[in-house]
């Protein structure tokens, strides 16, 4: 079983729809929670960042982490033709390794 | 945050042969770290590279096969040697500057093993 399992999709949604990506876990000892997105042939960029359990909201975007379920989410409002990319969730336990989901290909269509 | 350059972008190379990847800081950076990327698959720390001593690898890559060098704080290399079919992948470096987990990523090279 992998540490981190995300849907890999695609996932296809038109243009100001609500997009909802979520991503399980086995592992209770991560704490730091952060989602990325990349576009195609482009390194990943970081879009939210969130320690322990809770919400936390930047424009658009809400990110959710449940510890108790293990679970977290990402929410994009009025989604946009831009948002098409793929978002990675990633997590760690502390210090400086990063444990990743395989990614969820979004689009995003007019 | 930081920008990073990464090279070459994308290469196609024969089995057998190496192919040395480069990462070029604009800012000093105590650690950087590189990553693969199989498709389908996460990212994969490969090993973490620090400033003047050697890298530490991840589980399942070993110095031999991926050999790193850190001469100073802004630059770094990963060479991919011997290279098969199975190390076609996409390899990404990255940094971590500032708090809340920050890291930089550069754009990648894509590795095709023929």
């Known amino acids: 079983q992998k540490e981190v399992e995300q849907d890999p999709g695609p996932l296809s949604v038109p243009e100001g729809a609500i997009v909802s990506l979520n991503c399980t876990y086995s592992n209770s000892a991560f704490q730091y929670f952060m989602w990325y997105r990349q576009y195609s042939r482009k390194g990943p960029e970081l879009l939210m960042y969130?320690?322990?359990?809770g919400n936390k909201e930047d424009g658009r975007f809400t990110a959710q982490v449940d510890k108790s379920s293990k679970y977290i989410s990402l929410f994009i409002r009025d989604s946009q033709p831009s948002d098409s990319a793929t978002y990675l969730c990633?997590?760690?336990?502390?210090?400086?390794?990063?444990?990743f989901g395989t990614g969820t290909q979004l689009k995003v269509e007019l | 945050s930081a920008v990073i350059s990464q090279k070459p972008s994308r290469d196609i190379c024969q089995r057998g042969t190496s192919l040395t990847i480069q990462c070029q800081v604009d800012?000093?950076?105590?650690?950087m770290f590189w990553y693969r990327q199989q498709p389908g698959q996460s990212l994969t720390l490969i090993a973490t590279a620090n400033q003047g001593s050697e890298a530490t690898y991840e589980s399942g890559f070993v110095i031999d096969k991926f050999p790193i060098s850190r001469p100073n704080l802004t630059f770094s290399t990963l060479t991919v040697s011997n290279m098969s079919p199975e190390d076609s992948s996409i390899y990404l470096c990255?940094?971590?500057?500032?708090?809340?987990?920050?890291?930089?990523f550069g754009s990648g090279t894509r590795l095709t093993v023929v």
């Open positions: 969130t320690y322990s359990s």
């Open positions: 800012s000093q950076v105590t650690m």
């Open positions: 990255s940094v971590v500057t500032g708090t809340n987990y920050g890291y930089t």
């Open positions: 990633a997590m760690s336990k502390g210090g400086n390794k990063l444990t």
